[in-house]
């Protein structure tokens, strides 16, 4: 038993949230007056069980508004619980965030240790780590310069080299860690793999399923504030997978959407096959009009640009439409795309694409579930040989 | 059970007193100066309209010194206070990220204002030497006494600083109370001139006022009424350090239970 670092028993966490926030005392008096407390109670997490063992990569997978930065925030002993205990063992640091505690008006030099003391180590302790650091995010110049002065990268450069230099026995990673460009994420999964490496106890949170698939040794799934699939994340990660496939393919309204309404596209239905993926848009003429141009983006689960296209690019010329018209243009690709949900945005332009009639951005989405997994940005079929 | 002060929140601590001490006076020409300039600025207010044009205190020897002496402490109990209040509201975005034990936010507040406190006691001292005042051997009682206010005006802002989160009132609600407070405080007249004694005593149940005359008894002059005076042996004249010892124990149970929920409400 002396390897369980992490004991989550039995943890509840509901949060009262007023129908009317009071925060003035009249009020107050004005409601006990009336006696009237309206409130929600919110359970953000019921009666969650699981225990990390040291050394134990261990993911935390879930929806947005699943709870888990509730569970993520209990364990970091931002919030109590209440119902249940938790038992912690050994120096935890939470990276929720990347220099929480920043300063614009102090140096850099100020800020790393103000920021490390607010992670729990002692001024000397920084000082020892603190060349390393510096050295790290490659700012020994401008050190003495403040906060306010640096660009945003530079900040990044030097919280996260706060986070990675500075040890401890457990580690909480938010995935907002792995944000930045292509050199910056892959200093973080160098990281991660280090960590592992090193045997590090590591509580990740993530939706992306490629990374849990990864890194993880175990990992829980939760929904509704409760765990509904723990243990091997390869089966985590389908059953997480599996939440969105019931709704498979969909469209949403959620995406921003302007135009001259010329041509409005009504429908978009996409059919993703092991090789290929289909995807058909209804398009309905409001207005007569020459040569439209009809086009396709697609964006991978981390917001990467994967597939553009449309029919002036193809050398299509797509006729005039009389007012009323309804036509389908349907594009078919080998399916290249990565795990997760991929987003389709769609448009249709005047002939010369100086006019949009319509252009709807995250009109579809789909839902990729390759047993091959990859960290890069497409995942062409391929095969591999191995000649002695 | 844990020290209280561990070495990583007593690291915490002096990091987040310095950060407060580097950021006070950001950007003003006269930067840490004005810590020192501020009290005199009052004080020459003060001295110029109640000592020159009402002639008040002439028959307290070194008035002065005795009030300027007043008016320091004051300033600590009213800068700590006020200081305070905000302290866990405008450390939110901390405690919404990141476990910190909450009472060290307001501990921090609390010592930049002690700091101050001891920059202004050497411009008292300096004036008691420019005044000739003889330092009294019961000077030595004074860390005491200044433990007194600093224990009372600590368990206030816990109180304060926890009920702020909930209700913003507070700081509006401080305010006039702080103003009735210098007024209700022997601090720019001499007691003397009160002559109901009923209302004399209860002058003397206000910590701060005992606490004030005290001060200014063991340092500047045995002229000075304090609550001894008025109560003579009785008991009674321990009433304003239960009070002390009441209020930082209330106040420092309402922040331990409100602090739970900071994260949350903050």
Same mark, same amino acid.
């Not at chain 1, 929904?223 to 243990?231: A, D, L, P, R, S």
């Not at chain 1, 007012?323 to 080998?334: E, G, Y």
């Not at chain 2, 405690?95 to 034990?101: A, E, G, V």
């Not at chain 2, 007691?191 to 008894?217: E, H």
């Given at each position: ?388 | ?103 060290? /936010?307001?501990? @921090? &507040?609390? !010592?930049?204002?002690?700091?101050? +406190?001891?920059?202004?006691? =050497?411009?008292? *001292?300096? #004036? $008691? ?100 005076? /008025?109560?003579? @042996? &009785?008991? !009674?004249?321990?009433?304003?350090? +239960?009070?002390?010892?009441? =209020?930082?124990? *209330?106040? #420092? $149970? ?13």
């Amino acid at each position: 038993m002396d390897d369980i670092v992490i004991k989550v028993d039995n943890v509840s966490k509901s949060f009262k949230l007023p129908h009317e926030k009071y925060s003035s005392l009249k009020s107050t008096f004005v409601n006990i007056y009336r006696r009237k407390k309206t409130f929600e109670l919110q359970e953000a997490l019921r009666g969650v069980s699981f225990e990390v063992k040291k050394g134990e990569f261990f993911g935390v997978v879930g929806r947005n508004g699943s709870g888990k930065s509730t569970l993520l925030k209990l364990l970091a002993g931002i919030y109590n619980p209440t119902n249940g205990q938790l038992h912690v063992k050994g120096k935890l640091t939470p990276f929720i965030e990347l220099g929480v505690g920043f300063n614009p008006e102090l140096t850099g030099r100020e800020n790393v240790f103000l920021n490390g003391a607010l992670l729990g180590f002692s001024r000397r302790q920084m000082k020892s780590l603190y060349q390393d650091i510096v050295g790290f995010a490659e700012l020994s110049k401008f050190m003495d310069q403040k906060l306010k002065n640096y660009s945003s990268g530079m900040q990044v450069r030097l919280a996260f080299s706060i986070a990675i230099k500075t040890n401890s026995d457990i580690l909480l990673l938010d995935e907002v860690l792995a944000v930045g460009d292509a050199s910056f994420q892959k200093k973080c999964f160098d990281y991660f793999h280090k960590l592992k490496k090193d045997k590090v106890t590591v509580v990740f949170i993530s939706h992306d399923m490629n990374s849990i698939r990864e890194y993880c040794d175990r990992a829980v799934l939760i929904e509704g504030g409760k765990i509904v699939e723990q243990g091997d994340p390869e089966k985590v990660a389908q059953a997480y997978t599996k939440m969105f496939m019931k709704s498979g393919a969909s469209t949403n309204n959620t995406g921003a959407r302007w135009g001259t309404k010329k041509v409005i596209a009504r429908d978009v239905k996409i059919k993703v096959g092991d090789d290929n993926v289909k995807i058909d848009v209804v398009y309905s003429m409001e207005k007569p009009v020459e040569n439209p141009i009809f086009g396709v983006t697609i964006f991978s689960p981390v917001g990467i640009k994967i597939f553009e296209s449309n029919t002036r690019w193809c050398r299509i010329k797509t006729g005039n439409f009389k007012k009323a018209d309804v036509c389908t243009v349907s594009w078919d690709m080998p399916n290249i795309f990565t795990n997760g949900t991929n987003y389709v945005t769609v448009a249709v332009a005047d002939s010369d694409g100086a006019e949009f009639y319509d252009w709807w951005d995250e009109a579809a989405s789909f839902i990729v579930d390759k047993d091959m997994i990859t960290t890069a940005v497409a995942l062409p079929e391929h095969k591999v040989e191995i000649k002695r | 059970m844990k020290p209280i002060l561990s070495q990583k929140n007593r690291a915490l601590l002096a990091e987040l007193v310095r950060t407060d001490f580097k950021l006070r006076y950001q950007g003003s020409v006269l930067g840490y100066a004005w810590s020192l300039l501020r009290p005199l600025l009052l004080f020459l207010i003060l001295y110029v309209v109640f000592v020159k044009f009402l002639k008040i205190g002439g028959d307290i020897p070194h008035f002065p010194v005795y009030l300027l002496f007043g008016i320091v402490i004051w300033n600590f109990f009213a800068e700590t206070t006020s200081q305070s209040l905000g302290s866990i509201v405008g450390r939110g975005d901390l405690l919404r990220k990141i476990y910190l034990p909450s009472w060290i /936010v307001v501990l @921090s &507040s609390s !010592i930049s204002a002690l700091i101050n +406190l001891f920059l202004n006691l =050497i411009v008292v *001292l300096v #004036f $008691i030497f420019i005044n000739h005042v003889d330092l009294l051997r019961t000077a030595f009682y004074l860390p005491l006494i200044l433990l007194e206010v600093y224990i009372l005006a600590l368990g206030i802002s816990l109180f304060l600083s926890a009920a702020f989160v909930k209700y913003r009132d507070i700081t509006y609600i401080w305010e006039v109370a702080m103003q009735a407070g210098f007024y209700l405080t022997p601090i720019l007249y001499p007691v003397s001139r009160i002559t109901n004694v009923t209302l004399q005593k209860l002058l003397f149940m206000n910590p701060m006022g005992q606490a004030i005359q005290d001060s200014r008894y063991a340092v500047i002059t045995h002229q000075t009424v304090t609550s001894g005076t /008025v109560f003579g @042996s &009785s008991v !009674i004249k321990f009433i304003p350090i +239960l009070l002390t010892g009441m =209020i930082f124990i *209330l106040g #420092f $149970i309402y922040f331990k239970r409100q602090s739970k929920t900071f994260a949350e409400n903050v």
